[in-house]
């Protein structure tokens, strides 16, 4: 994909977090990696619903900014921390979707294999420890994390999904906040059966088929 396609695929799905309330007012950010030392980052201040191809930022992977007129996204150094432990991974999407926070809010990870399709395309979310929004804690605090998951919910914050591609993110991003809605409205009519350990099995035989 060129530099001009991403930049306008990073808006869309900006626009569809902003639509689908998975973030208020100026919340939320977005970064593709571009190469290997540039991040093509959503800048700060800005409703992810309003955003123009012009208005990213481009950064170093020390979060120096190399392009744009924009100051990149406070977060900036949870998505670089990201793609320092994950090659493979090439884009980020954090943003604050309401059902999945509140899994946050109240610490509960998400490690129930119990809604299959969100077990295959995501796997497990754990919750890491709190910390301030925007500083170096958050990377002490979500490090431990990357190299075995897909998505992780930030304590009494939001969510931050990755993936190979901006797509894949996003999704992973959806999966998340569909399978806490689901969780929530079966809490409400009864206990939520857990899979047992044969189909988990398969599920995650089918996981690595599709990886
Ligand atoms: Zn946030």
Redesign the pocket.
């Known amino acids: 994909m060129l530099e001009n396609e991403i930049r306008e695929h990073i808006c869309r799905v900006g626009q569809l977090l902003y639509d689908k309330n998975f ?1 208020a007012a100026n ?3 977005i970064s593709v990696r571009l190469d290997e030392q540039r991040v093509l980052i959503t800048p700060t201040g800005v409703s992810k619903g309003g955003m123009t191809p012009q208005s990213l930022v481009v950064i170093d992977m020390a979060g120096n900014v190399i392009a744009g007129d924009s100051v990149p996204s406070s ?1 900036g150094k949870m998505h670089l921390a990201i793609y320092r432990h994950r090659p493979d991974v090439n884009a980020v999407v ?3 979707p309401p059902r999945a926070t509140a899994f946050a809010v109240v610490r509960k990870p998400i490690v129930k294999p119990i809604v299959a399709e969100t077990f295959v395309s995501v796997g497990e979310v754990p919750v890491a420890p709190y910390s301030l ?1 925007g500083t170096q804690q958050v990377v002490e605090a979500i490090e431990p994390y990357l190299k075995d998951y897909n998505a992780l919910l ?1 304590a009494n ?2 969510l ?1 999904t990755w993936g190979k591609d901006l797509k894949q993110a996003f999704f992973r991003h959806e999966s998340v906040e569909h399978y806490a809605k689901i969780m929530m409205y079966s809490m409400q009519i009864g206990e939520p059966i857990e899979l047992d350990e044969a189909q988990v099995a398969d599920l995650i035989k089918l996981r690595e088929r599709l990886k």
């Open positions: 973030v919340d939320g950010n977060e954090h943003a604050h929004t930030l914050h939001g931050v």
